[in-house]
């Protein structure tokens, strides 16, 4: 019996000192590091990561005229993914411009006054700070037109999208989210020791759990800092062929052959 409760109680501290090692991992909260540990000498686990992503938000107020993407489309740098009425803006910024004119014909008019000390230097400055305060107005109406087209900022696929034609957005509304597949790169996380052996360029055979297939790769770039706590270390890889039925968000094992 005595050697009975001495076996549960290892079993005891073996779990406690494993959960605290869970929570002493050092990454930050909501960071997703992969959830990389390895398995056995040689082996760890990975995830596939595009090479950008983002979320685009609105930038001025207005009605989605045009959404021309949906999810799991492709799109190329500089296409438009969504656009907003700007009836309203267009024509902001045509009062704008129009009101320009005429305060910088009348600073201008003030000028030939002064050189005839016909007009004060009161009258002339505050006829310039006018036309200059105009000109500023038109690059405000600018920036909304502008606003009211989004553009891709780079090419790849829509990951979502988050309104739909004919909804009122507000600035700062979450539209379409994207991300770059031209280039996926593997997030790995490694025990710091393995910087003994470890160099940009090494390379490494990945195992997609996905598709149950081999794909070589090699060290992209190792990270600037060990993590103290788990004494890990994060390293990013690439394919050395990108595989078209790879996407981001698979998972899988890498294999290094030290």
Request: proline share 4%.
């Amino acid at each position: 019996m005595r050697h009975w409760w001495r076996s549960k109680g290892l079993v005891l501290m073996t779990l406690i000192a494993l959960m605290v090692g869970v929570h002493s991992s050092g990454w930050a909260k909501g960071e997703r590091a992969a959830q990389i540990v390895p398995v056995q000498a040689g082996l760890v686990r990975g995830i596939v990561k595009p090479a950008a992503q983002a979320v685009l938000h609105a930038q001025v107020q207005g009605r989605i005229s045009e959404l021309p993407y949906k999810e799991g489309q492709r799109f190329k740098k500089g296409q438009m993914l969504v656009q907003l009425d700007c009836d309203k803006y267009r024509a902001e910024l045509a009062a704008a411009v129009a009101e320009h004119e005429v305060k910088d014909k009348v600073y201008r008019n003030n000028l030939e006054l002064g050189k005839l000390n016909a007009i004060s230097k009161v009258e002339l400055d505050t006829s310039g700070a006018e036309a200059k305060k105009a000109a500023a107005a038109i690059r405000v109406a600018t920036v909304n037109v502008k606003g009211c087209k989004i553009t891709a900022p780079f090419g790849g696929r829509v990951v979502g999208v988050m309104v739909n034609e004919h909804e009122n957005v507000f600035p700062n509304d979450k539209l379409i989210s994207l991300l770059d597949d031209s280039s996926l790169e593997i997030e790995l996380v490694l025990p710091s020791s393995s910087l003994a052996w470890l160099k940009r360029r090494s390379p490494f055979t990945f195992r997609v759990d996905e598709t149950g297939r081999n794909y070589p790769a090699l060290v992209k770039e190792i990270g600037a800092e060990v993590d103290a706590a788990s004494q890990t270390i994060k390293v990013m890889g690439m394919f050395e062929k990108l595989p078209p039925e790879v996407l981001a968000g698979m998972s899988g094992t890498a294999q290094f052959d030290k």
